[in-house]
């Protein structure tokens, strides 16, 4: 099966940084790979699938970019609601594997 | 709107069985892939299974051949039925609908019930 590995596990940034995650595969998923945003307490949300597609809704500071087994989330410019912890996941085939997370704090 | 419920969580020991419920409504249920998937507390997300529109299975290896994903497009209603329960399937579960309307399974998960938790525990 393939895994994913995501990076860093945590990070602290303040308000306004750059924030950037990569996600490897362990394998070539083409452009099969989807982020997901979990806040504190609540429900995973999806924000971008197809690798650098914005779910409806989500604001313009995230983008994604990648192919292949090389992925990166992007925040533009944190902001104190971007606290949470980011999961990358492949859906090329089953199993459909997330990543560790990586948890986003503010500085 | 779209919505997803969870319910059926509860204490269960080890060994012992729970049936897992997800009602839908707001969309044409049997039209989407539906999955569970669940998250230990403090843990990451792990995706636990997930049936097609037309009842064709895929199952995690940590949970196949103990769980059952099903559906009831009648009542528009999603299953798991949980068997051989350990102490590593403590965890809240989801269930999330996948994004496009595919009788296959397209993984891309949205939207996502509240949960329901687990805990086997003697």
């Known amino acids: 099966d393939i895994q994913m590995a995501q990076s860093p596990s945590s990070l602290s940034a303040s308000v306004g940084d750059r924030v950037t995650i990569t996600c490897r595969a362990s394998q070539d998923i083409t452009n099969y790979l989807a982020w997901y945003q979990q806040k504190p307490g609540k429900v995973p949300k999806l924000l971008i699938y197809a690798a650098s597609i914005l779910q409806s809704g989500v604001p313009s500071r995230f983008s994604g970019s990648g192919s292949g087994t090389d992925f990166t989330l992007t925040i533009s410019s944190l902001q104190p609601e971007d606290v949470a912890t980011y999961y990358c996941?492949?859906?090329?085939?089953?199993?459909?594997?997330f990543g560790q997370g990586t948890k986003v704090e503010i500085k | 709107d779209v919505e997803l419920v969870e319910s059926g969580g509860g204490l269960v020991q080890p060994g012992g069985s729970l049936r897992l419920s997800c009602a839908a409504s707001g969309f044409t249920f049997s039209s989407y892939g539906m999955s569970w998937v669940r998250q230990a507390p403090g843990k990451g997300l792990e995706w636990v299974s997930a049936?097609?529109?037309?009842?064709?299975?895929y199952y995690a290896d940590s949970v196949k051949g103990r769980f059952t994903i099903s559906r009831d497009n009648s009542n528009n209603t999603l299953y798991l039925q949980m068997n051989s329960l350990r102490a590593d399937d403590t965890a809240v579960y989801y269930c999330?609908?996948?994004?496009?309307?595919?009788?296959?399974?397209?993984?891309?998960?949205?939207?996502w019930g509240q949960g329901t938790l687990v805990t086997v525990s003697s």
């Open positions: 049936i097609t529109g037309i009842g064709y299975t």
């Open positions: 999330a609908r996948d994004r496009l309307r595919t009788i296959a399974v397209a993984g891309v998960f949205d939207p």
């Open positions: 996941q492949k859906y090329n085939h089953a199993p459909w594997t």
